[in-house]
C-alpha cells in the first residue's frame, strides 16, 4: 500500500492511500450496517449490526482465509508460478482462485459434486483448473486431492485452510468489530452469529474473545438442519467449534432462502442464503438476550453466486421450493396519449457555470455535498458503503500490452450494489427529497427508472432502503443477472425491445414516460437529465481519485460514456483541479456518444455504454477526446483482468482498460506517467455472458 501525501487547503497533509495490487485493497475493515426496519418488524429491543464481508475483493469471507493461506504457503516457499492444489468450493473456490490469480501460482480446485455452475463459470476465467471429484463430502474430497497432490508432487494447500480460517478471522474479523464498536461507542458486543460451513472462521472469533478474557460474549454458529444450504455445515470441524465455545443453531432450507429474499428486499442487504440464514437466528436470539444487547452477524457472501439459484423464482418453482415466488409488476396499457412521450432526454435539468476565476463549477438547483474522504466502520445504512472505493496499480496488464507507464483503476464495483452507478442513484434520491425535484419523494411513491440496469441495482438498492416502490424499465439485451438483482431488491423489472430507438414508445425510455403517465405518485428521477448524474462524480469520484492519488501528478484519465454521467462530473473536477490532464472518453462502435450524429447506430454487446441520442447529463465539450470501442477487445480485455490480475471487472471496464492502453501507446507515455481508469462494475452481471466460453464462442470473439 503506498500512502500518498499532499498538502490540503488548510495546511495539513491528507494521506490518500492507492494499492499495489487487488490484495493490498482486501486490507480495508469491512463495514457494520445496523438493521432498522427488521428491528421494527420484529419489535426487538436490541440492535443487530451486519459485517458486510461481501464487499471483499473477491466477495466473500473467504478472502481473509485465502488470503491468510497463501501467506503461510509463501512462507515456506511456494513462490510465483508455482502449482497448488486446494479442495474448495463456493466462494472459497472463487476467494482462493483470485488471490492465486494475483499472485500468479497456478491453481488447481478439486470440488466435491454440486451445482454450482456460476461458480465454474468463474472459477474458469480466473485460469483455474477445476477436478470436480465423484464424492459428495469434503472430507473425502479432501483425502483426494491430497493423495493427487502426493502422486503429482505438488503442495496441498489443504493443510493450512482451516488454521488460516482461524488466525485470518482472529486477527482481523474479530478486531475490527471490536475497532468498530469502540469507534462508534454502540455498546459492547453481546453474540456474534456467524454461518458455520468449517466453523473455523467462529472458532478463531471466539478465540479472540476467550484472549481479551471477555467471557461474555456469545459466538453462535449456524448450521442448515438437512445441510441443504450451499456452503453451510458441509465441512464442519466439531471439535474446534468445541473447544473455543461456538455455539450451534440450526435452520430450517427454505425459511432460509424465504428469509434471506426478505432480508434484501427490505434492507438492501445483498446477502448469501447461509448469511441470511444467520441474521434470521439472530432475531431468534436478539429475543432471548437482555434488551439493548448488541449482536453482530458476519455474513458470509453476497448474492453473487446464487442469481440463478434461490434468488431466482424459476429456480425456486422447479426445485418445489417453501418460498412464496414474487408477482408480476403493473405493464403499461395498450393504449396512451402521445402527449405523455414528449420528452427531451437531451436536456440536462438546471444548469451548470463556471467561476472563471476558481474554476470550480455550480449547479442552478443543488446544493454541493463538500467532499469527506472518512470511510467510517459503523455505516448509518448499506447506502454510506457507496463510494470510497479503492484505486489499485495494474502489475501485468501494461506491460504485457508495451505500455511503460502507470496504470491506476478505480474498483467501482466494490460499492454496495455493485458498480458505480450505486453513486448516481443515491444522489439522485437525496436530491429529489431534499428539494422535490424532479418529483417529491413522498412514502408510498413509485420511482420509474429506464436503465441499462446498473442504474436500476442502485435505484433499487436505495428504493429498498428509504422504502420506496421501483419499477425498472430495461432493454431485453441486458443480462436476467442484473433483473434478478434487481428484483431481489424489491423491483419490478419491464423488458424492452433492444431495437426499440428512445423515442419509441415501446423503448424503455417510452415505456417508462408510459407508465409514469398511469402510476399516481410516480416519479421518473431521470439520469439522462438529472444533475445528481454528473454531480455524483464531480462531488466524490473524482476528488477521491484526487485525494487517493496525492503528490503523484495525473496526466490521463480515461471513462466509458453512457449517460455521461461518469465522464462528465469527473472531467469537470480533473480539469478544475490539474488542468494539465487530459480525459478521454471511449465509445462504443454503433453509439453516436462521440459524435457525429449521423454515426451508423448498430448493436454491441458490452452493456451499460453509448447511446443513440445525447444524454442531457453529457457534455462533450468537457471531454478532451474519443476513442471508439469494439466488443471483442473489451471482454478479451476484462478477461485479462480477471485472470491476471485478480480484478473481477465487467465488460465496460475491459473496455476502458483496452483503450486506455491504446492511449498510453499512441501518446508514447513514459514510465512516470500516471493513468487512472474507472471501472464501473463487475463480473455478478455477466456470469453467463462473457465470462462463459460458449457465449464468447458465438460471437467468434474467442476467435484468434
Ligand atoms: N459501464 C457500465 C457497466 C454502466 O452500467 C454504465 C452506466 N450506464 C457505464 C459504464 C457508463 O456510465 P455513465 O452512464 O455515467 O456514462
Same mark, same amino acid.
Given at each position: 500500500m503506498s500512502q500518498n501525501g499532499v498538502a490540503a487547503n488548510n495546511g495539513s497533509t491528507r494521506k490518500g492511500v492507492t494499492y499495489n495490487n487487488i490484495l493490498e485493497a482486501a486490507q480495508r475493515p469491512t463495514p457494520l450496517v445496523p438493521l432498522r426496519k427488521l428491528k421494527v418488524e420484529h419489535q426487538l429491543q436490541s440492535d443487530i449490526y451486519v459485517k458486510l &464481508?461481501? %464487499?471483499n475483493i473477491a466477495g466473500s469471507l473467504e478472502d481473509r482465509t485465502a488470503d491468510k493461506a497463501f501467506q503461510f504457503a509463501e512462507e515456506i516457499g511456494v513462490v510465483r508460478g508455482d502449482k497448488v492444489f486446494v479442495t474448495a468450493g463456493g466462494s472459497a473456490a472463487i476467494s482462493y482462485a483470485t488471490v492465486a490469480a494475483v499472485k500468479g501460482i497456478k491453481l488447481t480446485i478439486y470440488a466435491p459434486k454440486g451445482e454450482f455452475a456460476l461458480v465454474d463459470t468463474v472459477l474458469h476465467t480466473l485460469g483455474v483448473d477445476v477436478v470436480e471429484l465423484p464424492v459428495t463430502t469434503y472430507s473425502e474430497a479432501r483425502a483426494q486431492t491430497e493423495e493427487a497432490a502426493q502422486q503429482k508432487n505438488v503442495f496441498c494447500l489443504n493443510k493450512f485452510t482451516t488454521n488460516a480460517a482461524f488466525v485470518a478471522n482472529l486477527q482481523k474479523t474479530a478486531c475490527e468489530i471490536e475497532r468498530a464498536m469502540n469507534n462508534k461507542s454502540i455498546g459492547k458486543v453481546g453474540a456474534v452469529v456467524i454461518p458455520l460451513n468449517t466453523g473455523a472462521p467462529a472458532a478463531g472469533i471466539a478465540a479472540y474473545y476467550k484472549g481479551t478474557g471477555d467471557h461474555g460474549v456469545r459466538v453462535v454458529g449456524v448450521t442448515c438442519k438437512k445441510d441443504t444450504? +450451499? &456452503?453451510?455445515? %458441509?465441512? %464442519?470441524k466439531k471439535d474446534l467449534l468445541q473447544e473455543y465455545g461456538v455455539e450451534q443453531r440450526e435452520v430450517d432450507e427454505d425459511e432460509a432462502y424465504a428469509f434471506t429474499r426478505h432480508l434484501i428486499g427490505t434492507e438492501g442487504i445483498m446477502a448469501g442464503p447461509s448469511s441470511g440464514a444467520a441474521v434470521l437466528e439472530a432475531i431468534k436470539l436478539a429475543k432471548e438476550l437482555p434488551a439493548g444487547s448488541t449482536i453482530i452477524v458476519v455474513l458470509q457472501d453476497g448474492i453473487r453466486n446464487y442469481l440463478r439459484h434461490f434468488l431466482d423464482d424459476d429456480w425456486i418453482t422447479a426445485h418445489k421450493k417453501n418460498v412464496v415466488t414474487r408477482k408480476d409488476g403493473p405493464q403499461p396499457n395498450s393504449t396512451y396519449d402521445p402527449k405523455v412521450l414528449e420528452y427531451d432526454p437531451t436536456k440536462l435539468a438546471g444548469e451548470w457555470t463556471q467561476d472563471p476565476v476558481t474554476k470550480s463549477w455550480s449547479h442552478s438547483d443543488v446544493e454541493f455535498n463538500e467532499f469527506n474522504p472518512e470511510r467510517p %466502520? =459503523?455505516? $448509518?445504512? =448499506?447506502? $454510506?458503503?457507496?463510494?470510497?472505493t479503492p484505486l489499485v496499480k495494474l502489475q501485468h496488464v501494461p506491460k504485457a500490452h508495451g505500455v511503460k507507464c502507470n496504470v491506476y483503476v478505480k474498483c467501482e464495483y466494490m460499492n454496495a450494489g455493485g458498480s458505480t452507478k450505486d453513486r448516481i442513484a443515491k444522489r439522485m434520491v437525496e436530491i429529489a427529497e431534499k428539494t422535490?425535484? +424532479?418529483?417529491k419523494l413522498v412514502p408510498g411513491v413509485t420511482l420509474i427508472e429506464p436503465t441499462s440496469g446498473n442504474t436500476g441495482i442502485g435505484l433499487s438498492l436505495a428504493s429498498a432502503v428509504r422504502g420506496y416502490k421501483c419499477i425498472i424499465t430495461m432493454p431485453k439485451k441486458m443480462s436476467k443477472e442484473k433483473a434478478i438483482a434487481m428484483a431481489s431488491l424489491g423491483s419490478t423489472i419491464i423488458r424492452t425491445p433492444n431495437e426499440a430507438g428512445f423515442d419509441s414508445p415501446h423503448s424503455h425510455i417510452g415505456v417508462a414516460l408510459r407508465l409514469k403517465s398511469e402510476i399516481?405518485?410516480?416519479? =421518473?428521477? $431521470?439520469q439522462y437529465c438529472n444533475p445528481g448524474n454528473p454531480l455524483a462524480h464531480y462531488e466524490q469520484t473524482a476528488e477521491e481519485i484526487i485525494y487517493d492519488m496525492g503528490d503523484k501528478h495525473i496526466d490521463l484519465v480515461v471513462l466509458t460514456a453512457g449517460t455521461g454521467g461518469t465522464v462528465t462530473g469527473i472531467s469537470r473536477k480533473i480539469h478544475e483541479k490539474i488542468p494539465t490532464a487530459k480525459v478521454v472518453g471511449v465509445d462504443p462502435h454503433g453509439s453516436i456518444l462521440a459524435g457525429p450524429a449521423e454515426t451508423d447506430i448498430d448493436f454491441y454487446e458490452v452493456e451499460g455504454i453509448g447511446y443513440d441520442f445525447l444524454p442531457g447529463t453529457l457534455d462533450t465539450s468537457a471531454i478532451d477526446y474519443w476513442a471508439k470501442s469494439h466488443d471483442k477487445e473489451s471482454f478479451l480485455m476484462a478477461r485479462e483482468l480477471i485472470r491476471t490480475e485478480g480484478i473481477l471487472c465487467g465488460g465496460s471496464s475491459g473496455c476502458a482498460v483496452h483503450y486506455a492502453l491504446e492511449e498510453c501507446k499512441s501518446l508514447n507515455l513514459p514510465a512516470d506517467a500516471n493513468v487512472v481508469v474507472l471501472l464501473p462494475d463487475g463480473i455478478r452481471n455477466y456470469i453467463t455472458k462473457f465470462l462463459d466460453d460458449d457465449w464468447m464462442n458465438e460471437r467468434h470473439f474467442l476467435d484468434a
Amino acid at each position: 500500500m503506498s500512502q500518498n501525501g499532499v498538502a490540503a487547503n488548510n495546511g495539513s497533509t491528507r494521506k490518500g492511500v492507492t494499492y499495489n495490487n487487488i490484495l493490498e485493497a482486501a486490507q480495508r475493515p469491512t463495514p457494520l450496517v445496523p438493521l432498522r426496519k427488521l428491528k421494527v418488524e420484529h419489535q426487538l429491543q436490541s440492535d443487530i449490526y451486519v459485517k458486510l &464481508e461481501y %464487499l471483499n475483493i473477491a466477495g466473500s469471507l473467504e478472502d481473509r482465509t485465502a488470503d491468510k493461506a497463501f501467506q503461510f504457503a509463501e512462507e515456506i516457499g511456494v513462490v510465483r508460478g508455482d502449482k497448488v492444489f486446494v479442495t474448495a468450493g463456493g466462494s472459497a473456490a472463487i476467494s482462493y482462485a483470485t488471490v492465486a490469480a494475483v499472485k500468479g501460482i497456478k491453481l488447481t480446485i478439486y470440488a466435491p459434486k454440486g451445482e454450482f455452475a456460476l461458480v465454474d463459470t468463474v472459477l474458469h476465467t480466473l485460469g483455474v483448473d477445476v477436478v470436480e471429484l465423484p464424492v459428495t463430502t469434503y472430507s473425502e474430497a479432501r483425502a483426494q486431492t491430497e493423495e493427487a497432490a502426493q502422486q503429482k508432487n505438488v503442495f496441498c494447500l489443504n493443510k493450512f485452510t482451516t488454521n488460516a480460517a482461524f488466525v485470518a478471522n482472529l486477527q482481523k474479523t474479530a478486531c475490527e468489530i471490536e475497532r468498530a464498536m469502540n469507534n462508534k461507542s454502540i455498546g459492547k458486543v453481546g453474540a456474534v452469529v456467524i454461518p458455520l460451513n468449517t466453523g473455523a472462521p467462529a472458532a478463531g472469533i471466539a478465540a479472540y474473545y476467550k484472549g481479551t478474557g471477555d467471557h461474555g460474549v456469545r459466538v453462535v454458529g449456524v448450521t442448515c438442519k438437512k445441510d441443504t444450504i +450451499p &456452503e453451510m455445515g %458441509l465441512d %464442519l470441524k466439531k471439535d474446534l467449534l468445541q473447544e473455543y465455545g461456538v455455539e450451534q443453531r440450526e435452520v430450517d432450507e427454505d425459511e432460509a432462502y424465504a428469509f434471506t429474499r426478505h432480508l434484501i428486499g427490505t434492507e438492501g442487504i445483498m446477502a448469501g442464503p447461509s448469511s441470511g440464514a444467520a441474521v434470521l437466528e439472530a432475531i431468534k436470539l436478539a429475543k432471548e438476550l437482555p434488551a439493548g444487547s448488541t449482536i453482530i452477524v458476519v455474513l458470509q457472501d453476497g448474492i453473487r453466486n446464487y442469481l440463478r439459484h434461490f434468488l431466482d423464482d424459476d429456480w425456486i418453482t422447479a426445485h418445489k421450493k417453501n418460498v412464496v415466488t414474487r408477482k408480476d409488476g403493473p405493464q403499461p396499457n395498450s393504449t396512451y396519449d402521445p402527449k405523455v412521450l414528449e420528452y427531451d432526454p437531451t436536456k440536462l435539468a438546471g444548469e451548470w457555470t463556471q467561476d472563471p476565476v476558481t474554476k470550480s463549477w455550480s449547479h442552478s438547483d443543488v446544493e454541493f455535498n463538500e467532499f469527506n474522504p472518512e470511510r467510517p %466502520l =459503523v455505516l $448509518d445504512t =448499506v447506502l $454510506d458503503a457507496i463510494g470510497k472505493t479503492p484505486l489499485v496499480k495494474l502489475q501485468h496488464v501494461p506491460k504485457a500490452h508495451g505500455v511503460k507507464c502507470n496504470v491506476y483503476v478505480k474498483c467501482e464495483y466494490m460499492n454496495a450494489g455493485g458498480s458505480t452507478k450505486d453513486r448516481i442513484a443515491k444522489r439522485m434520491v437525496e436530491i429529489a427529497e431534499k428539494t422535490g425535484r +424532479p418529483g417529491k419523494l413522498v412514502p408510498g411513491v413509485t420511482l420509474i427508472e429506464p436503465t441499462s440496469g446498473n442504474t436500476g441495482i442502485g435505484l433499487s438498492l436505495a428504493s429498498a432502503v428509504r422504502g420506496y416502490k421501483c419499477i425498472i424499465t430495461m432493454p431485453k439485451k441486458m443480462s436476467k443477472e442484473k433483473a434478478i438483482a434487481m428484483a431481489s431488491l424489491g423491483s419490478t423489472i419491464i423488458r424492452t425491445p433492444n431495437e426499440a430507438g428512445f423515442d419509441s414508445p415501446h423503448s424503455h425510455i417510452g415505456v417508462a414516460l408510459r407508465l409514469k403517465s398511469e402510476i399516481q405518485d410516480a416519479v =421518473v428521477l $431521470d439520469q439522462y437529465c438529472n444533475p445528481g448524474n454528473p454531480l455524483a462524480h464531480y462531488e466524490q469520484t473524482a476528488e477521491e481519485i484526487i485525494y487517493d492519488m496525492g503528490d503523484k501528478h495525473i496526466d490521463l484519465v480515461v471513462l466509458t460514456a453512457g449517460t455521461g454521467g461518469t465522464v462528465t462530473g469527473i472531467s469537470r473536477k480533473i480539469h478544475e483541479k490539474i488542468p494539465t490532464a487530459k480525459v478521454v472518453g471511449v465509445d462504443p462502435h454503433g453509439s453516436i456518444l462521440a459524435g457525429p450524429a449521423e454515426t451508423d447506430i448498430d448493436f454491441y454487446e458490452v452493456e451499460g455504454i453509448g447511446y443513440d441520442f445525447l444524454p442531457g447529463t453529457l457534455d462533450t465539450s468537457a471531454i478532451d477526446y474519443w476513442a471508439k470501442s469494439h466488443d471483442k477487445e473489451s471482454f478479451l480485455m476484462a478477461r485479462e483482468l480477471i485472470r491476471t490480475e485478480g480484478i473481477l471487472c465487467g465488460g465496460s471496464s475491459g473496455c476502458a482498460v483496452h483503450y486506455a492502453l491504446e492511449e498510453c501507446k499512441s501518446l508514447n507515455l513514459p514510465a512516470d506517467a500516471n493513468v487512472v481508469v474507472l471501472l464501473p462494475d463487475g463480473i455478478r452481471n455477466y456470469i453467463t455472458k462473457f465470462l462463459d466460453d460458449d457465449w464468447m464462442n458465438e460471437r467468434h470473439f474467442l476467435d484468434a
